[in-house]
Structures are given as structure tokens and as C-alpha cells.
């Protein structure tokens, strides 16, 4: 069988890498409609050796679609995706619209396929940060997962393309100029910025009532509900440096066991698409520039807390546009091929 599939907010930063990843995958297409804004109509994206044109989303563009990725912003998928479902088409959706929608299944292919079996239209691909720390995190289930204190260390990519354009631009004013001029970091629609450019700031998404930002507690809900564990202690701190691609984090976790690094490491080895690059005496372990481009969770620096033999610490990288996004959606749109 072959399919008919739609990337809405094709034009974007993991739209583009949604159209590349069905490339990469050969995955059965019939054809390939690229939707996003009116400000992008006319432009052209290439797939299989054509140049695709990008049309302008309206409701109807989902009539006979199969399977249809969203990346266009949480607002756009609760205009289009009870649009797509209601035409018949099965949403896979990158936005936090539906993430903690107890109806909808949010699924890391690696992790928790078997919440495929009951959707209802709308699957959610979890937020870019939580996917690679559940890839870590599930290879150490059996030793009782029971708090996990993390720092991450994102990338701009996440914030979309203007963000890697404007990082771009704030080296090369500090190069011409010597100073820098933000306009959208840490968050474009607050009246406060700061250069991101050889800066790292502690706030991803705005801040909640409770001193968390958003990033955070996405962090603390969508670990929960993927690995369901409604009550594992998650202690988030989400950070953004000058990084254009691949998220980075600093993790420790309390086990209900005693763990040691050297099980640990043979677990992770075990486990799917996640590579082990742990070899402190020739400097190797993860960093956001191997995994970039790449559909793997990288994990090293795997050590023992000194005070507590419970708990374990290590590092782990990963493409946020590919495994934090566009190679999760296009894995789970594999999946539902898979069982149809
Ligand atoms: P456009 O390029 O036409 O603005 P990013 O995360 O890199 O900023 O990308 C966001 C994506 O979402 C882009 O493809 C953008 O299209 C698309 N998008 C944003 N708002 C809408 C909307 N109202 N309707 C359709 N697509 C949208």
C-alpha cells in the first residue's frame, strides 16, 4: 500500500526535516501535499528529485489525505487536526496541543508503541527534550526509575528557524560590532531580551505561576504520562545555549535499586537507537554536534553519584529537529503503516 500524506508547516525548521526524513525512509507515498501559511504560498520544496509547491492551509486540504504530520504551532493544530480527523486522515502532531489529552496517545516508538493500538485520529509526538530522555530512561526500567533530576541544554533550532537565523546574526553583529542586539531570546513575545550569542539563559517557554517554565513542566507531565509513572519525581531546569542543533542533558536518576554504571551501560547498549559513547580516558562521550543529522539518542559520561550508590548520572544528546521531532513523527507514521 502506498499513502497519501500532508506535512502542515512544511516551510518551518522540522517541517523541512519532515519532507527530508519521508525522503530518507522511503515511505510509501502516493503523493505529498506540503501545506503551511498564505506568507508561504508559491515557494517550492524538493522531494524525490521535483520541486513540490507549498500551498496555503485551509481545511479542505486534508479531504483524501492518509496520514497527515503537523509542526505548525500549537494554535494550528487546534484549527486543522479536528479538521484532518473529521476528512478521515490520522494526525500525527508536534505541537503540545493534544500531548496531555488523556484520549490521545503520546508516543515514543521506542518506548510505549503499544499506545498506537487505541487512537482516536490525533497522535502526539512529545515535546523535543522529553523524547531523548525517554529513550534513556526506558533502558533502565527494570532497576525501579523513581526521581529524576535534570538539566537541559537546548539548542535554538527548538524555538524554530528565525531563532537559527538570529543566533546566526548575533555572532556576526558581535564579530562587525562588538555588541549585540536582541530581539527574540529568550522568548520573542516577552518585552525582556537577551543575546543568546555566548550567553546561556534559564528559560525555554514562559513561565508558569508555580516559578517552572513551560519547557519544565512538559519535562515533569509528558515523562509521566510516556513511561506511565503518574508519580515519578521529575526535578526539571530547562536552558538554552548557543547551540544551532541538538539538544544536550545532565541527568541523574534515583533507582529503587542499586545500580552500577557498568550494568547500566550494558542496558543502554541493549536498547534500540540508542548509542553508547562512554570512553572519559579518550575523551569520548556525547555532544550535540555528533548527534546532529542523525535519528540516534547519544548517552555517556555514565557514572555513579558519589553519595548515593541509588543513583546514577549521565549525558544525553540528541538531535532535537530529527529524534526531538521530525524522525519521531515519521517513525510513528511508520508504525501505524505497520499495523493497517
Ligand atoms: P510559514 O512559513 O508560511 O509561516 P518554525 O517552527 O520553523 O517557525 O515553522 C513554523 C511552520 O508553521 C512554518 O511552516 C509556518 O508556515 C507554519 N505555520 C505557522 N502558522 C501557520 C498557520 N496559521 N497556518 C499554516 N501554517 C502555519
Not at 92 to 112: F, G, H, K, Q, T
Not at 173 to 190: D, K, V
Not at 226 to 245: F, G, N, Q
Request: charge should be negative; aromatic fraction near 6%.
Amino acid at each position: 500500500a502506498s499513502y497519501r500524506i500532508a506535512v502542515l508547516g512544511a516551510t518551518g525548521a522540522v517541517g523541512r526535516r519532515m519532507v527530508e526524513t519521508l525522503e530518507r525512509r522511503n515511505f510509501p507515498i502516493e503523493s505529498l501535499k506540503l501545506l503551511a501559511s498564505e506568507r508561504s504560498a508559491g515557494q517550492t520544496i524538493a522531494f524525490r528529485g521535483e520541486q513540490l509547491p507549498v500551498e496555503r492551509a485551509t481545511a479542505d486540504s486534508f479531504e483524501g489525505i492518509d496520514i497527515a504530520l503537523f509542526s505548525a504551532g500549537a494554535t494550528t493544530s487546534q484549527i486543522f487536526a479536528p479538521e484532518a480527523v473529521k476528512r478521515g486522515a490520522v494526525v500525527v502532531d508536534n505541537s503540545s496541543a493534544y500531548r496531555m489529552d488523556p484520549n490521545v496517545p503520546l508516543v515514543v516508538p521506542e518506548v510505549n508503541p503499544h499506545t498506537l493500538d487505541d487512537h482516536q485520529g490525533i497522535i502526539a509526538n512529545p515535546n523535543c527534550s522529553t523524547i531523548q530522555l525517554m529513550v534513556a530512561l526506558h533502558a533502565l526500567r527494570e532497576f525501579g526509575l523513581e526521581h529524576v533530576t535534570i538539566s537541559t541544554y537546548q539548542a535554538v533550532s527548538g524555538m524554530g528557524q528565525k531563532a537559527v537565523d538570529a543566533l546566526r546574526e548575533e555572532v556576526a553583529a558581535w564579530q562587525a560590532t562588538g555588541t549585540i542586539a536582541s530581539t527574540i531570546f529568550p522568548l520573542a513575545s516577552q518585552d525582556a531580551h537577551y543575546p543568546q550569542a555566548f550567553n546561556v539563559l534559564p528559560q525555554c517557554d514562559i513561565f508558569l505561576d508555580n516559578g517552572y517554565t513551560k519547557e519544565e513542566m512538559k519535562l515533569v507531565n509528558e515523562s509521566r504520562k510516556i513511561l506511565e509513572l503518574p508519580d515519578l519525581k521529575v526535578s526539571p531546569t530547562a536552558v538554552r545555549v548557543p547551540v544551532l542543533y541538538g539538544h544536550a542533558e545532565s541527568v541523574a536518576v534515583r533507582f529503587a535499586t542499586p545500580v552500577t554504571p557498568d550494568i547500566a551501560r550494558a542496558r543502554f547498549a541493549q536498547a534500540e537507537n540508542l548509542v553508547v559513547v562512554d570512553e572519559p580516558s579518550a575523551a569520548k562521550y556525547p555532544h550535540p554536534q555528533m548527534a546532529e543529522g542523525t535519528g540516534d539518542t547519544f548517552v555517556g559520561r555514565i557514572r555513579q553519584d558519589l553519595a548515593d550508590p541509588h543513583t546514577l548520572l549521565f549525558f544525553v544528546v540528541a538531535d532535537n529537529l530529527l529524534k526531538g521531532a521530525a524522525w519521531n513523527a515519521v517513525q510513528i507514521a511508520e508504525e501505524l503503516v505497520k499495523r493497517a
